[in-house]
Antibody, heavy 114, light 111 residues
Framework: ELQLVESGGGLVQPGGSLRLSCAASGLRFGSFPMAWVRQVPEKGLEWVAN????????YYVDSLKGRFTISRDNSKNSVDLQMNNLRGEDTAVYYC???????WGQGILVTVSS | EVVMTQSPLSLPVTLGQSASISCRSS???????????LSWFQQRPGQSPRRLIYKVSIRDYGVPDRFSGSGSGTDFTLKITRVEAEDVGVYFC?????????FGGGTKVDI
């Protein structure tokens, strides 16, 4: 089993930046393509971005291109999400998951507000 | 972008009875390989989503056989037989056949 733990969330002002991290343990992390998925409180789930096993291929939903950057460090068993120029509509719980969504972290809340 | 439409939005159920949730996609989810990447998830209150079913009908390890998935093309169904109290939560479908992956809006199941 792959255990995932997110960190780095919190309150940020509009226009600010935040970096989320996801620490993995358990199964061989480097064999999993990974993703970030977000959920607006009491609303649905939205795919944010994903990255392949070795970090070469990255994909973003169109609405977030240019503001969010996904990266990974297989030597540290981690995958990050750098979020810039944040907006109120980015307020959500952010989940780290494998691309197949078999394994999920506990989620981390990001609140964008002045 | 594929649109995933789930119904109903809310599903009151009776313990021991069956319940069905529908998920319809705006385009066929069958890839040229023949694979269909349609998954179902359960999200209990205060918890992360949990995958129940992948590739339309394959149950994840540890998922009770009361949960079953079916369908093809654009129409998919999650069925819960003999509903138990622990089945309360929100259920989502997810299509992964076409970029970007898209979740359905969710169905709230309560007793």
């Amino acid at each position: 089993e792959l255990q995932l733990v997110e960190s780095g969330g919190g309150l940020v002002q509009p226009g600010g930046s935040l970096r989320l991290s996801c620490a993995a343990s358990g199964l061989r992390f480097g064999s999993f393509p990974m993703a970030w998925v977000r959920q607006v409180p009491e609303k649905g789930l939205e795919w944010v971005a994903n990255i392949d096993e070795d970090g070469r291929e990255k994909y973003y939903v169109d609405s977030l291109k240019g503001r969010f950057t996904i990266s990974r460090d297989n030597s540290k068993n981690s995958v990050d999400l750098q979020m810039n120029n944040l907006r109120g509509e980015d307020t959500a719980v952010y989940y780290c998951a494998d691309v197949g969504c078999r394994y999920w972290g506990q989620g981390i809340l990001v609140t964008v507000s002045s | 972008e594929v649109v995933m439409t789930q119904s109903p939005l809310s599903l009151p159920v009776t313990l021991g009875q069956s319940a069905s949730i529908s998920c319809r996609s705006s385009q066929s989810l069958v890839q040229s390989s023949g694979n269909t990447y349609l998954s179902w998830f359960q999200q209990r209150p205060g918890q992360s989503p949990r995958r129940l079913i992948y590739k339309v009908s394959i149950r994840d390890y540890g998922v009770p056989d009361r949960f079953s998935g079916s369908g093809s093309g654009t129409d998919f169904t999650l069925k819960i037989t003999r509903v138990e109290a622990e089945d309360v939560g929100v259920y989502f479908c997810l299509q992964g056949s076409q970029w970007p992956p898209v979740f359905g809006g969710g169905t709230k199941v309560d007793i």
